[in-house]
């Protein structure tokens, strides 16, 4: 069992339809039939949402994926129609509100990997494959891969675990030629911002997409190149062969698995609220994050 600690109750706003509470975001439909994307402060992990909120997290996600965007955006079309608050919603939704376009949605996580890490080392492990594709042997945890990889999943529900797919998988379910678009997009992507954030000392060791469809066009959606749906390492720390540093939620996940939290990851039972210490460092990392790749200051 995981998902909700406590899940929220969802504003309301006039002429906004509520549509779904995900980990972070709430999704919202206006009367012009756009999506209006609210990031929340919330943060999940092994699989849970926790009762403890990051202050400020949900507006570094937002601006970062504004900037990302902003930055691919001659690679990818992206979803975001504008950043204005609807009329009547409340002041705590600026700087963290998206009105996007409605898309025909992919439900397919498109993952790209440069490095070896996380399902992907557990897969290798086992098989030397990731996805169903033959790797080299003698790698290790954290070990940069002869080239970029795309490595599909299935997108669950809150409270589930994604599941790693083969490429074959994907043109099953979406059709070849789509499935071909999906790749290409996403390792394209993927290059473009592991050369950019390697410029600012960060590697980017993988990271998710989603997609849609506006008509016949292939356009980028959801949050792009975050803390929470990329690793961020900094490259002045990389060395294979042990857990990278990374600019994450990794102190929630440290704090939730010692003894100190007194949580039993195995139990049903929900885990506890974070202490104030994890709660800021852990906020310092997303903002360490955007500032290093954005050049920006966070205020």
């Not at 290790?140 to 999943?153: H, M, N, R, Y």
């Not at 016949?216 to 042990?242: I, Y």
């Not at 360490?288 to 790749?293: C, M, S, T």
Request: aromatic share 8%.
């Amino acid at each position: 069992m995981s998902g909700f600690v406590e899940k929220p109750e969802p504003i309301q706003v006039p002429g906004l339809v509520h549509l779904h509470t995900g980990k972070v975001r709430e999704l919202y439909q206006n009367e012009a039939g756009d999506l209006v994307m609210v990031a929340s402060d919330r943060i999940s992990a092994f699989d849970w949402v926790l009762p403890t909120e990051i202050p400020d997290k949900g507006r570094v996600l937002t601006q970062l994926s504004l900037w990302w965007f902003d930055q691919l955006r001659d690679l990818a079309p992206n979803h975001v129609i504008s950043t204005e608050l609807p009329e009547g919603a409340p002041a705590d939704w600026a700087g963290r509100t998206l009105v996007c376009k409605s898309l025909k949605m992919i439900p397919v996580e498109c993952v790209a990997r440069g490095y070896l890490t996380g399902s992907g080392l557990v897969e290798y492990a086992e098989s030397r494959t990731v996805c169903g594709l033959a790797l080299p042997e003698g790698l290790v945890d954290g070990s940069e891969l002869p080239a970029p990889i795309f490595t599909p999943a299935t997108k669950a529900e809150v409270g589930e675990h994604d599941e790693n797919v083969s490429y074959e998988e994907v043109v099953r379910q979406v059709g070849a030629e789509t499935a071909a678009q999906l790749r290409q997009a996403t390792l394209a992507v993927y290059s473009r911002a592991r050369n950019i954030a390697r410029d600012r000392g960060i590697i980017l060791a993988d990271t998710k997409f989603e997609f849609g469809f506006d008509g016949d066009t292939l356009v980028l959606a959801d949050e792009v190149l975050t803390p929470d749906s990329s690793r961020f390492w900094p490259a002045d720390q990389w060395q294979p062969g042990r857990a990278q540093p990374s600019y994450d939620k990794q102190f929630v996940r440290d704090w939730l698995t010692s003894a100190a939290s007194g949580w039993d990851r195995k139990s049903e039972q929900p885990p506890p609220p974070l202490p104030r210490q994890v709660v800021e460092a852990t906020r310092q990392k997303y903002v360490e994050a955007y500032e290093r790749l954005t050049g920006s200051s966070w205020s």
